[in-house]
């Protein structure tokens, strides 16, 4: 589904406004001060507005009111992309403080995204509130980097549903345009994926890899059919950054913790694709009985530390990536580097992954058909730097 966020008019928020925080009042009773004077943002799901919010711009303060989203998609992480746009907004227009009288429930969501209490609770209405707010002119990053995935069949960008090579979509041509392109807008990571080595089970598209290496400055993590060491000494001697090693791994762990020791660790994308918290192999055709998290410990122990997992019952469908696998991955390992993969569908989807501790995300189909759009993924990267 296409999210999008716009400027609406009062009316159009009132609605949602009273449906959701005030239910049992009239229309004309959930008007606030000002409402005329504020600017009012609607987040639609296609054409269905599912979330509002009013901001009261006040010199270098401003004040947001009347967060509301729609109850048939909360949980979805939807106010998070709203409240993200507010405060890209407010940034822009260079204010330096974004504070809210927040209800004592939602207190928990603004702690989340970094706002602080200001004063004691109060009750209007008989419902309990806080003053909170958060200092937009301080840095908040949270350090999350968009690794675009760019993967290839027969020199070609395409990208599978599911890793089925039968349900392939041809995007491009050139993979160095793609790249370039990426680029372009501040991308700095790349995630090179050799569809045609993988199921060869040795390293084909070696020459794409070459070109976008010499051509641009992207650090780029390359895979596929890495099956020996001279498909590894290949895929560095062509620019990768670093291998992206995933079957071999849990395949001949030997074999792999000796690339770990002679290349060093730095040098190693460790991929892990899971279902059901279960590691898979074989382009996903095989679930052994190996558990992520015991997966994840051994190769922790031998250094390990760049590592990447894959849910493959959300690869590729756009409904969102399995956030709470990777809340008990970050738990129980909290010093690695961790980038998720798989079902990112918006950038909601980013800022919820970057709100749980992962340090990246590997994101394909959701740009590809532009349900993250390249302004969106710019506009993304401009507000960390």
């Known amino acids: 589904m296409a999210i999008q966020i716009r400027r609406i008019v009062i009316d159009d928020a009132l609605p949602l406004r009273r449906d959701v925080l005030y239910p049992e009042w009239e229309l004309h009773a959930v008007r606030v001060d000002h409402d005329d004077d504020g600017l009012h943002f609607g987040l639609y799901e296609d054409t269905r507005l599912r979330g509002v919010v009013s901001l009261f711009l006040q010199k270098d303060s401003a004040q947001f009111r009347k967060l509301a989203i729609h109850p048939d998609v909360q949980g979805k992480r939807y106010g998070s992309l709203l409240m993200q746009y507010v405060e890209d907004f407010c940034r822009k227009e260079h204010v330096k403080t974004l504070w809210c009288n927040a209800r004592d429930t939602a207190a928990g969501f603004y702690k989340k995204r970094g706002y602080e209490y200001v004063g004691d609770h109060f009750t209007k209405d008989n419902i309990v509130f806080i003053k909170m707010k958060v200092q937009l002119d301080r840095k908040t990053d ?101 291998a992206t090693i995933g079957s071999i791994a849990v395949k001949d762990p030997a074999l792999f913790a000796s690339w770990v020791k002679k290349y060093g660790a730095d040098k190693i994308f460790l991929g892990a694709d899971v279902k059901e918290e279960k590691i898979a192999v074989g382009g996903w055709l095989e679930t052994t009985e190996l558990s992520v998290f015991d997966f994840l410990q051994e190769n922790i122990k031998q250094g390990v530390n760049h590592i990447f997992c894959t849910d493959i019952a959300k690869d590729g469908l756009l409904q969102g990536p399995s956030v709470a696998l990777y809340e008990k991955i ?24 970057a709100e749980i501790g992962c340090s990246g995300v590997i994101v394909g189909k959701a740009i590809y058909e532009e349900k993250i759009s390249m302004k969106e993924l710019a506009d993304f990267i401009k507000s960390k730097n």
């Open 330 to 353: 970050l738990q129980q390992f909290p010093g690695i580097d961790f980038v998720a993969s798989g079902g990112v569908s918006t950038m909601a989807d980013v800022h919820t992954l």
């Open 142 to 242: 949270t350090g999350i980097t968009v690794i675009p995935a760019i993967d290839i069949i027969d020199g070609k960008c395409v990208r599978l549903t599911q890793g089925d090579y039968a349900q392939k979509k041809v995007y491009n041509e050139h993979p160095l345009e793609v790249a370039k392109a990426f680029e372009s807008i501040g991308v700095s990571r790349l995630h090179l994926v050799d569809l045609d080595g993988a199921k060869k089970g040795a390293v084909v598209n070696w020459k794409v890899l070459e070109a976008i290496a010499g051509k641009t400055n992207l650090v780029i993590d390359f895979g596929g059919g890495i099956k020996t060491e001279d498909d590894l000494r290949i895929v560095y001697e062509n620019g990768a950054a670093l």
